[in-house]
């Protein structure tokens, strides 16, 4: 397996803000534990089993916020597996919220680092991945904190099926440019975009996401659909 070359920082800041609710409480404690992926070796997870039943496919949503596009694509997809990291314990007893509010079953979780969630997977088994307006960490010097580099597309090539879809969705003009050129450098992906109409109108399958809405960014929303070859 491929050992990252540049030296690993600490993408996000803190992993909890104020106190959660007795109830997202409860449910970090009850529900949480039940739905948590277990640490694995490298590449010893093979993520198909975690989930019961036979499943149309496995598909990954990388710091997942709130979950609202998580919770979304789980109700509109019962029959495909989910799995979710996000290190913010905020976030994380939002979507727990949703999964117990809406009785979604086939929703996996990691609370944490979804670095090491990635390196965790077997070889080729992810069907689908998501990286929807991720920390664009804007100034120059901090992009090296950014979670889409060279070293972690390499990680998504070996864990991603052949043919698997990854979307990356950005407001970030720069993170837009660097993580298109960073994906096709691999060699890996394909990019079959064609006119500005295919990254600027958001994909007929999306669901809107929190970040998203707030447009704190440079540029329009911008979402890169590219394929594993
Ligand atoms: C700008 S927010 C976007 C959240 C959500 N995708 C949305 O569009 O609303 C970026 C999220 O990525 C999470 N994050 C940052 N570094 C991460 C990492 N290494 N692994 C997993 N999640 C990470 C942050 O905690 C934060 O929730």
């Known amino acids: ?4 070359s540049e030296p690993r ?17 409860g449910l970090v404690d009850d529900l949480l534990p039940k739905l948590a992926i277990p640490e694995t070796g490298k590449g010893e997870l093979f993520p198909a089993v975690l989930f019961g039943a036979a499943t149309k496919g496995v598909w990954l949503e990388i710091g997942f916020g709130g979950g609202e596009h998580l919770a979304g694509q ?4 019962r029959d495909t597996a989910f799995i979710g990291a ?16 809406n009785g979604i079953s086939n929703v996996r979780l990691r609370r944490g680092d979804a670095r090491d969630l990635v390196a965790s997977f077997s070889d080729a088994s992810i069907d689908r991945a998501f990286i ?3 920390d664009p960490w804007p100034k120059t010097r901090h992009r090296k904190r950014r979670l889409v580099q060279p070293a972690f597309v390499t990680e998504l090539a070996r864990i991603l099926k052949p043919g698997a879809k990854l979307r990356f969705a950005t407001d970030w003009a720069d993170y837009a440019n660097r993580a298109l050129a960073d994906v096709l450098r691999d060699g890996r992906f394909t990019w079959d975009a064609e006119r500005a109409d295919d990254w600027r109108i958001p994909p007929a399958d999306h669901v809107t996401t ?12 911008v979402f890169l659909d590219f394929v594993r070859a």
């Open 1 to 4: 397996m491929t050992e990252p």
């Open 9 to 25: 920082h600490r993408l996000y800041g803190r992993a909890a803000g104020k106190p959660l609710s007795k109830r997202q409480q």
């Open 74 to 77: 789980a109700q509109l997809h």
């Open 86 to 101: 996000e290190p913010f314990v905020d976030g994380v007893a939002k979507l727990l919220t949703a999964i117990d509010e």
């Open 132 to 134: 929807l307006f991720p």
């Open 210 to 221: 929190r970040y998203q809405e707030k447009r704190l960014g440079d540029c329009e929303p």
